[in-house]
């Protein structure tokens, strides 16, 4: 036993000076050369293709004044498309955040045969292009759709109005919070939900209790997607909304239009009512990175004796 525990000591010795080694070893090493380069191309590209187009956007929505900005983001039909924005997002985001839990909790937790066409499903909408997502509608609900005799006898409307851009917006957006859910709650393994279970907790106490602290952050990350996803959604929303100002126009639909009739002032301080949205969103995912990345040092730390 003795000199079991003595080959063991001894080979972990040997792992650790290995270690100290290839650390020290010249070859592991940063290149100063190589490290800046990088870096470089890195900020180049990030000053070129996103921080430049941004400042573009407020530098021309502010160009002819702060009267003329007011003005275009007070405007009726402005004000219209910036509620049908909020109205869709806030319809799509909580029943994706019910879909996107129940299926990754289905496909995390179970066994089922279909398993694999469910995945398949849930990734469709980022093969499919959101245009064709809009078509798909306008042949179900429009007025050479399939729907159209049943929807015209009861006169429910759906595309080019209100539920189209609902129905579309749910599309394109309901993979991102499942997505970022199932490979989170694969990890984490399924061993503390059946411990609860055997204890005596229910099935939504063992849910409430267990595997939602476990998932906030990935979930709150998929939501801040999902909603940003949903309030910039052009293609499948263009085609179903009949572009109507003031009552199927949401933001980017409404951008487009000012653009076309060369309001350029106007389209650009719309556009930077979006552009400050994805900027909180990006704050936001921030925030929840380093939220999810100071919980798990913080658990890791009162694992380790």
Known sequence: MAGATATLNAAHLAS?????????????????LVKWTILSISLLFFAGFLLLPLATV????????????????????????????????AIAVPLNLVFGVSAAWAIAKFEFRGKQLLITLI???????????????????????WLWPYLSEYNIKIVFAVPGIVLATIFVTFPFIARELIPLMQAQGKEEEEAAIVLGASGWQTFWHVTLPNIKWGLLYGVVLCNARA????????????????MTNTLPL????????????????????????????????TYIEWQAARTARDSQQEETP
């Open 16 to 32: 650790l000076n290995q270690a100290r080694h290839y650390e020290d070893s010249p070859a592991t090493r940063d290149n100063p």
């Open 58 to 89: 407020f530098v021309e929505a502010f160009k002819k004044g702060w009267d003329v900005y007011l003005a275009a983001i007070t405007e009726a039909d402005a004000l219209a498309a910036v509620r049908l924005t909020l109205l869709a997002a």
């Open 123 to 145: 990734d469709l909408p980022f093969s499919v292009s959101p245009v064709v997502a809009g078509l798909i509608y306008v042949l179900l609900f429009g007025a050479q759709g």
């Open 231 to 246: 309030m910039g959604e052009f293609g499948a929303v263009s085609v179903v909304s009949g572009h109507i100002r003031g």
């Open 254 to 285: 409404q951008i487009e239009i000012l653009y076309n009739e060369y309001q350029f002032a106007a389209s650009f301080a719309v556009a930077s009512l979006l552009a400050v949205l994805a900027l909180i969103t990006l704050i936001l995912k």
